[in-house]
Every structure is written in C-alpha cells, then in structure tokens.
C-alpha cells in the first residue's frame, strides 16, 4: 500500500540550528502538506503546497519556515533559526485533489534544547 | 472566532457498545468533513469523508453523520472493541481554502 515517508524520525537541534524535515508523498498525489503538533496539542496546519508553489499558509509559517520540493519526489520542510517552540511532531501530508482524504506520515519528532 | 470542538474528555465504554463522539463548528461553511483516527505517536489515518450534501455514511462498524444546520457531526463505532482505543479527530476544509482544519481530538477507550 503506498505511503508517505518521513525522514528521520527524530531531530534533536540546538535552538538556533537550521534544521531540514524529509517527506517523500505518495507517487501520484499533487496537493503537499506539512502539519505540526505540539505534545498534547491538537493537529495544527503550517502549509499547503501544489503546482510548486504555496497554496496556503497559516500564521506559525512566518519567515523562519520554508518548503520546497527539489525534485519529483522529496517535499521538504526548513526552518532556518530554531527556537524552543518548535519542538512538535510534524507531519507531511498528500491528497490527490485537495478535497479528499489525507494520507499523512508517521511524523518526525523535533526537540530543540 | 472560528472553533472545531471535540470533546475533551476521555470516553470509556464497554466492548461490544456503540460509541458515539461528537464534533461542533462555528464560524466555518465546510464543504466536506472528515474523521481520522490518531495512536500516540504516530500520524492520523483517514477514515471517513462526508460532503455537505450527504447526511450519512458508512463504512463497516463505522458511520458519520453531517448536520450543516446544527454545524455538527457524529461518528459512531458500533460493536466497539478493545482495538479501537485510540484518539479520533474531525477535519473540515474551509470552503475555497488548501487545508483541512483538525479539531481537538477525542480519546476513547473501548473496556474489555
């Protein structure tokens, strides 16, 4: 069964490091989402990403975040200058079109100290 | 402001029972709804969609309801087992939108 992959699994960084999160989406999915969850928090959208460009971004994606899809199947998430509050699991996200289900990844666990 | 409620606290039933868990909206116009099913530690995995026009769904033990008048949905698990412990969140699009907005989740707990 295809599957969103997400790599590594768990990051730990310094706060102020620049740290890269690793989504490989399903192979025919067009639309990309990164989701973050703080601990005990609810499921929170950062970003949604189609046609190579950004279709939507909620106001955690400030200018320390970024995406990018390098090549025909990595969609990654940066985050330039790590601060504390970043550390979330977060979640890579696929949908075929925009308005069915979302098959999500396993997550990649970030602590910052 | 806009809300996705869920409810909070933990529901525990007993196995073999139908659990029903509920989820409210304000201020959104959804076009569809979704409910995912999350484990700790790992991500949310699609189980059901329900579109505006729909009032029902199901899909084996499970079944969504979608009431846009009273802005609510309800998921039910019937003959509910111990595997079915887990939290369950809603997700709705807002209409026009590239994202789908999650509710607090609801952790549930089937008793053997």
């Known amino acids: 069964e295809p599957e969103v992959t997400q790599t590594p699994s768990h990051q730990v960084t310094q706060m102020g490091q620049e740290v890269i999160l690793r989504c490989v989406p399903i192979?025919?999915?067009?639309?990309f989402y990164w989701y973050r969850q703080i601990l005990g928090q609810k499921v929170e959208f950062l970003v949604s990403?189609?046609?190579?460009?950004?279709?939507?971004k909620s106001e955690i994606f400030d200018d320390q975040f970024s995406v990018e899809r390098p090549d025909g199947s990595n969609f990654t998430l940066k985050i330039r200058s790590t601060k504390l509050e970043d550390s979330a699991m977060y979640f890579c996200?696929?949908?075929?079109?925009?308005?069915?289900?979302?098959?999500f990844g396993q997550g990649t666990r970030l602590t910052v100290v | 402001s806009q809300k996705i409620e869920q409810n909070s606290e933990a529901l525990n039933i007993q196995e073999g029972k139908t659990a029903t868990l509920t989820c409210n909206y304000t201020?959104?116009?959804?076009?569809?709804l979704q409910w995912y099913r999350q484990d700790p530690g790992r991500g949310p995995v699609f189980l059901l969609l329900?579109?505006?026009?729909?009032k029902e769904k199901r899909k084996e033990r499970l079944k969504v309801t979608f009431d846009t008048t009273l802005k609510q949905s309800l998921f039910h698990i019937t003959a509910s087992q111990p595997a079915d412990s887990a939290t369950y969140l809603c997700?709705?699009?807002?209409?026009?939108?590239?994202?789908?907005?999650f509710g607090t989740g609801t952790r549930l707990k089937v008793l053997a």
């Open positions: 990403f189609y046609n190579n460009e950004i279709s939507e």
């Open positions: 201020n959104y116009s959804p076009a569809y």
């Open positions: 997700a709705l699009d807002n209409r026009g939108t590239y994202k789908y907005i």
């Open positions: 192979s025919n999915h067009l639309y």
């Open positions: 329900i579109r505006e026009n729909e």
């Open positions: 996200a696929s949908s075929v079109p925009r308005n069915t289900e979302a098959f």
